[in-house]
């Protein structure tokens, strides 16, 4: 069941009746945990397992570093979490990941590999992560473990954000879960309107690129070079508005049932520099990463050097956060030079050429689109031959649809927008007497122009 079918619809309508209903907190709680849980089976059952052992050993070892006052307790059970976590992640997600690159080297010596039949579960990425930072949270005295295993587990499994995100973490949710919240007619209309927009965004733009930019990245090497730097683009619109779709869907749904969840995107493509960027992409990963890995290694603390060293790990970690494959990797490593030079020029440059915006905005999306073709690119292979195409611009099937090129211009234009003034208005303001007609035009457009065939969000796959 994704957010754009029509079973979550009737799911997500008896949910909502069913929660507001609820007068009694551990009532409401029960009634949504029970709701994530039917969510989370309707993808698998067998998954629902390792989310109630992640769950059992996150709650315990948070209960466990409360209670004592022994440094050694609280490192024996914080390992004991992070180890669990992460030793789920990297059995289901990279096991055969590590044997096929293993097998480069031991096959030419005669030893033979094979991989394992692993099914990779629904949302583990992000599950994990926002386990794990509960628990060291509660380790570093930064938040208090939770009272009620009935709270705990229905922060790990809320079903808004349960299979790809937003990352919320545990001082960010779990005192609204904790309380019973209270009924806002204007909470719920601003709700239900990011909803509307995240549907909007998946269907009516990401999906109808995506028709495109399958095509292109299945055989690059047919293609003229202006056919794939369009196609390029058009998958930088793809990920961006499917998975900024998706996460206004979930901060709208989590928003109507009274809860409030971090913004995960705030227009990347506008961004002047790579670490602009990150402050804008994936927001609560970019934030995750930062805190719970850049600056416990060491961050920006000690020489440029140490430095550079910290900002490599953090981005190639986070390149294979998103994927079990070399291209991923190689794309977490392309952004960390990126800011790693980024950084070094200003640091060594004592008058720096000041080009002015546009040219600082034209230097970071190149680099951005660069590294999206290595994201999309099923293997290393495949990324060199489309690089080798754009860069000479060679004869091939020139194939610009119609409907690729409308919606990269509604990307262009709504990113534009959303630097003026037009800005409150595309909220579509309760009070407004546009809003209805603007609300009736999205859902009968929903109705009339959706792509035929089912396509679930790119971020599932990670």
């Known amino acids: 069941m994704i957010f754009t079918q029509a079973e979550f619809l009737v799911f997500f309508c008896v949910v909502l009746i069913a929660t507001w209903l609820c007068r009694l907190r551990w009532a409401r709680n ?36 409360q209670a004592s006052d022994s440094p050694t307790v609280h490192k024996r059970w914080l390992t004991l979490s992070i180890i669990a976590n992460l030793g789920m992640l990297g059995f289901f997600k990279y096991c055969n990941f590590f044997i096929d690159s293993a097998s480069l080297i031991l096959e030419p010596l005669g030893v033979s590999t094979t991989t394992l039949p692993i099914l990779l579960p629904v949302g583990i990425s992000f599950y994990t992560f926002q386990t794990m930072s509960y628990t060291i949270d509660v380790y570093r005295r930064k ?39 209270a009924w806002s007619h204007r909470r719920f209309y601003g709700g239900s309107q990011q909803l509307l927009r995240g549907a909007v965004k998946k269907v009516l733009i990401a999906d109808r690129l995506g028709e495109m930019v399958d095509v292109v990245f299945a ?37 109507m049932l009274g809860y409030r969840f971090p913004a995960n995107f705030r227009h990347p493509y506008m961004a002047t520099s790579i670490s602009d960027f990150w402050r804008r992409w994936h927001m609560t990963l970019s934030r995750w990463l930062r805190d719970y890995v850049y600056i416990p290694i060491g961050g920006s603390r000690g020489s440029n050097a140490a430095t550079y060293r910290n900002l490599m790990i953090t981005m190639t970690l986070g390149g294979l956060w998103h994927g079990a494959a070399w291209t991923f990797v190689i794309w977490g490593i392309w952004h960390g030079v ?48 489309y690089f080798a195409g754009m860069m000479t611009w060679r004869p091939g099937i020139q194939w610009m649809p119609p409907l ?50 089912f396509r679930p969000f790119v971020y599932f796959q990670f």
């Open 30 to 65: 029960t009634v949504l945990l029970l709701a994530s849980y039917y969510f989370y089976a309707y993808w698998d059952i067998r998954f629902c397992g390792l989310l109630v052992l992640s769950t059992a050993i996150d709650y315990t070892a948070g209960k466990k570093i």
């Open 143 to 181: 938040l208090r473990a939770v009272d009620h295993p009935l709270d705990f587990a229905l922060y790990v499994a809320f079903f808004p954000q349960l299979v790809a995100g937003p990352i919320v973490r545990a001082r960010e949710l779990l005192p609204q879960i904790t309380e019973l919240p």
């Open 338 to 385: 990126a800011l790693c030079g980024q950084r070094l020029a200003k640091s060594t440059l004592k008058n720096p050429l000041n080009l002015g915006r546009p040219f600082d905005w034209g230097i970071t999306m190149t680099v951005v689109l660069a590294g999206w073709i290595l994201f999309r690119s099923p293997d290393l292979p495949s990324a060199i031959e």
């Open 219 to 255: 055989g690059p090497d047919l293609y003229s070079g202006a056919t794939l730097w369009i196609a390029a683009i058009a998958y930088a619109g793809q990920i961006y508005y499917d998975f900024a779709g998706y996460t206004d869907m979930a901060i709208g749904a989590a928003k």
């Open 404 to 453: 690729t090129i409308l919606a990269i211009t509604i990307m262009v234009g709504e990113h534009v927008a959303w630097t003026t003034k037009l800005r409150r208005a595309m909220r579509l303001p309760v009070d407004q007497w546009y809003s209805p007609i603007a609300t009736t035009m999205m859902l009968w457009s929903l109705v009339l122009y959706a792509p035929q065939g």
